[in-house]
Structures are given as C-alpha cells and as structure tokens.
C-alpha cells in the first residue's frame, strides 16, 4: 500500500490524545491524515508519538502507519515499548456506592473532562465493557482478598489475565494490574508474604500471554511503609516491612515498574494540624521547609512526600526506579476531628494541583522526572466504612454534578462536543513553533508533487 492507495486509506475519521494537555483530539479529513503520514517521516520518533496517542479501530491501521516509512522513505518503524500512563494527570474510580452514574456515563464524563488515565480497584466487566472503544487507559485492579489465591497457584493468575484482561483487548486499553493496595505495613504478615508470589505470577501469565510490553505490573503503597520522612532525606522503610520490600522492589526493577505511592497531605495535616502549615499542604504560599541534609527547599507537602519515597528508595537501592502518586486527593467534607475537610480546602488542594501537574515539572529532588497523580477520587461514595471524610473525596457527586468548581464540566454541563479540540487548539496546546511549521511545510510540498 504506497501512494495513493495509502493517503486514500487514511481519510478516515481517527481520534487520538495530546500528550501534553490529556485532551481527545478529534481528526478528519485528507489535509490532517496527511499531515501525520509526513511527520512520521520527517520528524524523528513521530512514529512513536503517534503510535502511543491514536485510538486505532482495528490493527490494520497498526499496518498502515508501520508502512508509512517503507512506502516513502524505506525504513521500518519500530514500535516502542507501551508505558501505563500518557501525561501527567488520572482518577481513581471506586464505586463503593450503588447511585454513582453507570460506567458508560463515567465514560462520558471522563471524557467530557480530558482524563484519560484511570484506576479501578477490581476488574468488574461492565467497567471493562463500557471503556472498550473509549481510548482511556485503564490499571485493573486484584483486590487485596485474592493475592493469596493468585500467589499460591500459577494457573490461577493465569485464569485471572485471561478472563480479566485479555478477553476485553484490544477494545478495551487496560494497561495495567494493580496487585492489591497497600498491603505492606498494614500489618497483614500473611498477606505481606504473599504478594511478590501474586505480582510474579500475574506477571508470568501476561508473558505467556505475549501482553508483557503492553501491561504494566504494580502495586500501591501508603506511609506507613515509611520509618521516618520528615525531612525527606531521612526517609528509610520500616524494618518490618525491608523483608518483604526489597525481593518486590528488586522484581520490579527488573520489569520495570515504578514504586507507586498513596500520599495525602491532607492526612498528615489532620493527625498533626498543630505543626503543619495548612497553607503548605495546599499548595498555598508559605515558607515551606528546608531539607539540610539533601540541600533542598519544599513549598508544598506533596512534593516532600514524593521526594521521601525516592530517599527510602534509593537507601534501599534502588535510586533509578520512578515513583508515581497512585492516590492522592482532600476531602469535602469530615468528622468534627476533621476540621480541614471543608468544600474551600478540597477546592484548593485539586485546583492547585492541576496547576503544578500542568506545569511539567518533577520535585526538588527528581526536577527532571515529570510527576505523574492518579486523583481519589471520581466520585463521592456514601458506603465506604470509616470517618466521614473517607465518604467524601470526589471531585464529582452521585448524580454526575462537580462537587467543587476546579475546571471540570459535570454531566448536567457537559456536550460531546466538549472533549474535542480543533486544530486551533491543539497549536494552543503545544502543536506549534517548528513542528506545526515542519508539518505545514511538508504538506504544501507533497500536494504540489502530486497536483503536477
């Protein structure tokens, strides 16, 4: 397929994301297919690029875009390997709630607001059924309650993979499996014991299932796996937990999966509101704090969580392995003891850290890492056990409706419209300078070779 035949081909309509603003990008048209068939050829690794963003109906297009190059440059492309997650910002979706919207309205939602990287906590197949053709990426999750099951028998985990995972591909892009949440140092030694066993053997199975390069094998820890952080340097793991830590951070080094942590500003300044600053938990100004030992400044808390992660890390180490906030978020609403857990601080706390997440930029101590957040969470859920706050993270309530204004529209406000970008705006977003000019260019030359 060269030439003609190859540009007739690509007048379809495709969809794809921008990196850089996590916006679905709507595309069609001769002029735009065009314009990305070129830039495969004359922009270094914009095969890759685009490769990693479009929403490809079936693998044909996978043979399209691999013959781009040989059609016109004969070179062959070379897919690179699949990451979990595209930007900077995601969501947890819980749903321990039975009058949050129905998946394929969460579907619209998400859209509605660019978030294309999404968490769930178990592998529900209506989820899975409801996400498939929606181009979000999705982390499934093994719930704590079949790590044992998954570590102790192979062929279980492999009966998981299939049935979970690769029974929904390739409509559905689940890019990972979350391996229980914050088992270590939750004082289960049993279940401590048996989640190398699981993640090693979930990973085995995606191997034997050839999806290895395309699911990313994880699991999430809080604090309390953390003897000291404060100040950040001094971060160390508990001793409790080193046993079970190091052969999981050891295995996942070896595969490649970062350290994901669960950090909440918001808890560390409720359980000590006396010595913390709220205004540095909430990304407000203040004086922040200063790391002597490392020779670091902090103007926020999160930023000095993260940075105490990598401290223990490389103590441990393992100073090359990235860390990934799997949870963070403030809630609305609280106990009596709860008396930051206010509309204006979970307003501030979200808004503020859209912001810093848009800026690109990593923390004191990983300044050339880009920080990647999964938020908690998508929704209130009224029958989560525990305090009160623990009800109330969601950025948006049962019925859809924002529960605090930060940027988001709200089913009741949002179009399908909404989570389109038009070529103005993606210049807006990035697509500008040399590469639109690059793009631009190429086009006017080849419609001029072909038009004579």
């Given at each position: 397929?060269?030439?003609?035949?190859?540009?007739?081909?690509?007048?379809?309509?495709?969809?794809?994301?921008?990196?850089?603003?996590?916006?679905?990008?709507?595309?069609?048209?001769?002029?735009?297919?065009?314009?990305?068939?070129?830039?495969?050829?004359?922009?270094?690794?914009?095969?890759?690029?685009?490769?990693?963003?479009?929403?490809?109906?079936?693998?044909?297009d996978y043979a399209v875009l691999q013959c781009i190059p040989s059609c016109f440059c004969s070179f062959s492309l070379v897919s690179p390997a699949?990451?979990?997650?595209?930007?900077?910002?995601?969501?947890?979706?819980?749903?321990?709630?039975?009058?949050?919207?129905?998946?394929?309205?969460?579907?619209?939602?998400?859209?509605?607001?660019?978030?294309?990287?999404?968490?769930?906590?178990?592998?529900?197949?209506?989820?899975?059924?409801?996400?498939?053709?929606?181009?979000?990426?999705?982390?499934?999750?093994?719930?704590?309650?079949?790590?044992?099951?998954?570590?102790?028998?192979?062929?279980?985990?492999?009966?998981?993979?299939?049935?979970?995972?690769?029974?929904?591909?390739?409509?559905?892009?689940?890019?990972?499996?979350?391996?229980?949440?914050?088992?270590?140092?939750?004082?289960?030694?049993?279940?401590?014991?048996?989640?190398?066993?699981?993640?090693?053997?979930?990973?085995?199975?995606?191997?034997?299932?050839?999806?290895?390069?395309?699911?990313?094998?994880?699991?999430?820890?809080?604090?309390?796996?953390?003897?000291?952080?404060?100040?950040?340097?001094?971060?160390?793991?508990?001793?409790?937990?080193?046993?079970?830590?190091?052969?999981?951070?050891?295995?996942?080094?070896?595969?490649?999966?970062?350290?994901?942590?669960?950090?909440?500003?918001?808890?560390?300044?409720?359980?000590?509101?006396?010595?913390?600053?709220?205004?540095?938990?909430?990304?407000?100004?203040?004086?922040?704090?200063?790391?002597?030992?490392?020779?670091?400044?902090?103007?926020?808390?999160?930023?000095?969580?993260?940075?105490?992660?990598?401290?223990?890390?490389?103590?441990?180490?393992?100073?090359?392995?990235?860390?990934?906030?799997?949870?963070?978020?403030?809630?609305?609403?609280?106990?009596?003891?709860?008396?930051?857990?206010?509309?204006?601080?979970?307003?501030?706390?979200?808004?503020?850290?859209?912001?810093?997440?848009?800026?690109?930029?990593?923390?004191?101590?990983?300044?050339?890492?880009?920080?990647?957040?999964?938020?908690?969470?998508?929704?209130?859920?009224?029958?989560?056990?525990?305090?009160?706050?623990?009800?109330?993270?969601?950025?948006?309530?049962?019925?859809?409706?924002?529960?605090?204004?930060?940027?988001?529209?709200?089913?009741?406000?949002?179009?399908?419209?909404?989570?389109?970008?038009?070529?103005?705006?993606?210049?807006?977003?990035?697509?500008?300078?040399?590469?639109?000019?690059?793009?631009?260019?190429?086009?006017?030359?080849?419609?001029?070779?072909?038009?004579?």
């Amino acid at each position: 397929m060269c030439g003609w035949q190859l540009l007739l081909y690509w007048t379809n309509r495709t969809e794809f994301w921008d990196l850089q603003s996590n916006a679905m990008i709507l595309v069609s048209g001769f002029s735009v297919r065009l314009l990305i068939a070129l830039s495969v050829i004359v922009i270094p690794n914009a095969g890759a690029y685009y490769k990693s963003m479009i929403k490809l109906d079936d693998f044909s297009d996978y043979a399209v875009l691999q013959c781009i190059p040989s059609c016109f440059c004969s070179f062959s492309l070379v897919s690179p390997a699949v990451e979990a997650f595209t930007g900077t910002y995601g969501i947890n979706y819980g749903r321990i709630a039975d009058n949050i919207p129905s998946p394929d309205k969460v579907v619209t939602l998400l859209r509605a607001a660019k978030i294309k990287n999404v968490r769930i906590y178990d592998a529900d197949h209506s989820v899975l059924k409801a996400f498939s053709g929606s181009g979000l990426e999705l982390v499934v999750g093994l719930p704590n309650g079949n790590v044992k099951n998954m570590s102790y028998n192979p062929d279980n985990a492999l009966a998981w993979v299939k049935e979970n995972v690769l029974a929904f591909l390739p409509g559905t892009n689940i890019v990972g499996i979350a391996v229980g949440n914050e088992i270590l140092g939750g004082g289960d030694d049993s279940l401590a014991e048996a989640l190398l066993g699981a993640a090693k053997n979930l990973y085995n199975a995606t191997k034997e299932l050839k999806l290895d390069d395309a699911i990313q094998i994880s699991t999430a820890h809080s604090q309390a796996v953390f003897s000291d952080s404060y100040p950040p340097s001094n971060c160390t793991f508990k001793e409790s937990v080193v046993q079970y830590m190091k052969p999981l951070l050891e295995f996942f080094s070896q595969i490649g999966s970062p350290f994901c942590l669960n950090a909440y500003p918001f808890l560390a300044y409720i359980y000590n509101p006396g010595q913390i600053d709220i205004n540095y938990a909430l990304f407000k100004s203040n004086d922040g704090i200063y790391d002597e030992k490392a020779d670091l400044h902090y103007d926020n808390m999160l930023d000095a969580q993260i940075d105490a992660a990598y401290a223990a890390l490389e103590d441990a180490g393992f100073r090359k392995m990235e860390v990934i906030v799997t949870e963070t978020g403030w809630a609305s609403h609280g106990d009596q003891n709860e008396a930051a857990a206010t509309v204006g601080n979970a307003t501030t706390y979200n808004y503020n850290l859209r912001k810093r997440l848009a800026k690109r930029k990593g923390t004191p101590r990983r300044p050339k890492s880009v920080l990647k957040v999964y938020v908690f969470a998508l929704f209130n859920e009224y029958q989560k056990p525990g305090a009160t706050s623990e009800r109330n993270f969601g950025l948006f309530k049962a019925d859809g409706s924002i529960a605090y204004d930060i940027g988001f529209p709200g089913l009741k406000s949002s179009s399908a419209g909404s989570s389109i970008l038009s070529l103005k705006d993606i210049r807006g977003q990035g697509w500008s300078g040399s590469y639109y000019s690059v793009l631009t260019a190429c086009a006017s030359a080849v419609l001029l070779f072909f038009i004579s």
